[in-house]
Nanobody, 119 residues
């Protein structure tokens, strides 16, 4: 059974830090590209992406220089280190896994973890 379980969210003051974790199970984690998304309103937006092989990263402009995405393929875990947090970072943060097998894409989502940044 595929599972993505996020943790590490919470309430933090503006300027503070949090580290989110996403533990994966039920699929070959190292073969999947992993991403963090967040949703504060109607739309879910990409925060950061880390590819499976070359380890290339992409960040939303709003978090560049403040957030860092990493992964540990031994622990089947992805992280998001969030520094210099701002009230506008308040959202539910989701992890997503994307992989391909035999021409078919597989996309998995976690249940989300709430991050609230107070001013």
């Amino acid at each position: 059974q595929v599972q993505l379980v996020e943790s590490g969210g919470g309430l933090v003051q503006s300027g503070g830090s949090l580290r989110l974790s996403c533990v994966a199970s039920g699929f070959t984690f190292s073969s999947y590209s992993m991403s963090w998304y967040r949703q504060a309103g109607k739309e879910r937006e990409l925060v950061a992406r880390l590819t499976n092989t070359a380890g290339n990263t992409n960040y939303a402009d709003s978090v560049k220089g403040r957030f860092t995405i990493t992964r540990d393929n031994v622990k089947n875990t992805m992280y998001l280190q969030m520094n210099s947090l701002k009230p506008e970072d308040t959202a539910v943060y989701y992890c997503r896994a994307v992989g391909w097998r035999s021409g078919t894409s597989y996309i998995y989502w976690g249940q989300g973890t709430q991050v609230t940044v107070s001013s």
